[in-house]
């Protein structure tokens, strides 16, 4: 095994979900040498790994786009500035290197896996920070043998029996994505009333998926591999039985920041990391971006990290090279354009 790498870079970039994705595009732009760091084996942050086929209405220009559409064309982008990856390991340590007189002259990163990162600056672009999916108890042992928290790839149930858990917009998104792929789809939540958008609780009820509520799961049955489910209502009815190959528990994610919180900054409610206009943290060479950061009239849409993200970089830049302006013009001055002839 070779030995964990030690880089220098003029931006280390923490979190590789869309902010930071498009943070990495834009460093590119403004001539930065990147490193992004995640604790993730991929990159698309909490998108990739939760909703890769959830459709996304909010991004500008683009009416809706998969959520593994939206990763994919945002890495593609960032390749531009053609950036380290140090994925599947977790940052751990942080310190702001200083000068005799006091000046802050960079930023070290360790890291879970032994890795050592010295930056002039480091933008913090990690979501929610670290999250797990929470567990469905009477499932727990079928780990791998059925029970999924998680559906990369939907085609991979084609033909299968599944029974969704759960309530809210995963739940929910995951049963009418299965609904034409699986052989049968079961909805199984605790409460008759769902957390859900109205317009795909709507589709849902129209759709072929069977919907038992109030009910959960009270025992699953097979040999190496689920293959039948107890459903139990919760308004006095008795158990009933459904086939099932595959169990997918949508119960939600708890979430922390991790060894975030011990790094000295600014943390509002003990999940968010205070910002000012330029995106900058209470430590120095520290910006944040997406939806890590919080200031007044905060609103957490993908959207919104994006725009963080250029003005977090933009200042970064002009920290970095205080000769170099913030604002460096539009991105058609930045790089010649080619015209198709013939």
């Given at each position: 095994?070779?030995?964990?790498?030690?880089?220098?870079?003029?931006?280390?970039?923490?979190?590789?979900?869309?902010?930071?994705?498009?943070?990495?595009?834009?460093?590119?732009?403004?001539?930065?040498?990147?490193?992004?760091?995640?604790?993730?084996?991929?990159?698309?942050?909490?998108?990739?790994?939760?909703?890769?086929?959830?459709?996304?209405?909010?991004?500008?220009?683009?009416?809706?786009?998969?959520?593994?559409?939206?990763?994919?064309?945002?890495?593609i982008q960032a390749q531009s500035a053609a950036p380290r990856y140090l994925l599947g390991d977790a940052v751990e340590g942080l310190s702001v290197s200083r000068a005799n007189d006091g000046q802050a002259t960079g930023v070290s990163l360790t890291t879970a896996g032994g890795s050592a990162v010295h930056a002039g600056a480091v933008l913090l672009t990690a979501g929610v920070g670290s999250f797990s999916p929470r567990p469905l108890a009477t499932a727990h042992d079928w780990h791998g043998r059925g029970l999924m928290y998680f559906v990369?790839?939907?085609?991979?149930?084609?033909?299968?029996?599944?029974?969704?858990?759960?309530?809210?917009d995963s739940a929910v998104d995951w049963a009418l994505t299965l609904e034409p792929v699986a052989r049968?789809?079961?909805?199984?939540?605790?409460?008759?009333?769902?957390?859900?958008?109205a317009h795909t609780v709507g589709l849902l009820k129209s759709s072929r998926v069977e919907v038992i509520t109030p009910a959960e799961i009270t025992a699953v049955h097979g040999d190496t591999h689920v293959e039948h489910v107890e459903i139990t209502g919760l308004a006095g009815e008795g158990a009933r039985g459904r086939s099932a190959t595959h169990i997918v528990a949508a119960l939600g994610f708890s979430a922390r920041l991790g060894p975030i919180r011990q790094w000295g900054l600014d943390i509002a409610a003990n999940r968010h990391i205070r910002v000012d206009t330029r995106m900058a943290t209470s430590l120095d060479r520290v910006f944040a971006a997406g939806d890590i950061t919080d200031y007044r009239?905060?609103?957490?849409?993908?959207?919104?990290?994006?725009?963080?993200?250029?003005?977090?970089?933009?200042?970064?830049?002009?920290l970095l090279d205080p000769q170099a302006p913030v604002f460096p013009g539009h991105s058609t001055d930045l790089a010649p354009t080619t015209t198709a002839t013939g």
């Open positions: 095994m070779p030995p964990p790498p030690h880089i220098s870079t003029d931006l280390a970039i923490v979190g590789a979900g869309p902010a930071g994705l498009f943070a990495t595009c834009y460093a590119g732009l403004r001539g930065l040498d990147v490193t992004v760091l995640d604790s993730l084996p991929e990159i698309g942050g909490q998108i990739a790994a939760l909703y890769p086929e959830k459709l996304i209405h909010d991004v500008a220009g683009t009416p809706a786009v998969k959520g593994r559409d939206l990763v994919e064309a945002l890495a990369p790839e939907p085609q991979r149930l084609a033909g299968a029996d599944v029974v969704i858990v759960g309530g809210g049968s789809v079961v909805l199984v939540h605790r409460r008759d009333t769902f957390r859900a958008h009239g905060k609103v957490r849409l993908i959207a919104v990290g994006f725009g963080e993200a250029a003005t977090a970089v933009n200042n970064i830049a002009a």
